[in-house]
């Protein structure tokens, strides 16, 4: 009778050893998903567009078609500003653990008129920490309607090339190229793209990422 129970406790053993064998690896994978983060405002977070139609969905859409594993996390809000990507960003990266952060952020900033300086310091501070977190950062250009002043547009559009050489980033030189002449492109209030611009927005970001294209399909 003590043989059959010690074989009894001994296939139980073996049952749960394989039991838990056989969930490490579904764990394992769900820990390992490479994740794309994208830190943007409306422009990206599908102002007045339906759900599913904007740029953000359309480059998780290719990855799939292409089998790759990578998972597109949109964590744009219409309205943002550099200094609430900035309060956000630490527990993003903390969480999702991102390989490549998409920081799409600043036109908030020129449309309330606040500080190029200031500006450019919270994007460099948001580039910082995405680096120290082990994520590439891909920087979207963007640039203001000359009737903020010469001076502001320029020293606004200078911001982005100028953090991408000095913090060895990629740059996407304008997010809007292809769209913002296009008025056909726009939402009635002549600030938003519409759904037909979505297209255009995605194939600059795809074309951006070019560095990143090994890495999207070794995973």
């Not at 609430?84 to 390989?99: A, H």
């Not at 002549?190 to 255009?200: L, M």
Request: aromatic letters at 8%; glycine letters at 6%; a positive charge.
């Amino acid at each position: 009778m003590n043989q059959i129970n010690q074989l009894c406790l001994i296939c139980k053993k073996i049952l749960l050893l394989s039991l838990f064998c056989l969930f490490i690896p579904i764990a394992t994978a769900a820990q390992t998903t490479p994740v794309i983060l994208v830190m943007g405002d409306s422009l990206s977070a599908e102002y007045g567009l339906r759900r599913g139609s904007g740029w953000v969905n359309l480059l998780q859409d290719q990855l799939r078609k292409q089998g790759s594993t990578w998972e597109v996390i949109n964590a744009s809000i219409s309205g943002e500003t550099t200094a609430g990507g900035l309060t956000r960003i630490p527990i993003l990266l903390e969480q999702k653990k991102p390989r490549i952060v998409l920081l799409e952020l600043g036109a908030n900033d020129a449309l309330r008129g606040l500080s190029v300086k200031e500006t450019e310091k919270n994007l460099r501070s948001m580039i910082a920490l995405s680096k120290q977190s082990g994520a590439k950062v891909l920087l979207f250009g963007m640039q203001i309607p000359p009737n903020y002043g010469q001076d502001y547009t320029k020293q606004f559009k200078e911001i982005y090339s100028r953090l991408a050489r000095s913090e060895k980033i990629q740059l996407l030189p304008f997010f809007m190229s292809g769209v913002a002449t296009n008025k056909d492109l726009f939402q009635t209030d002549n600030i938003h793209p519409n759904e037909n611009a979505q297209a255009v927005l995605y194939k600059n970001v795809w074309e951006a990422m070019a560095p990143y294209q090994a890495i999207l399909y070794k995973e």
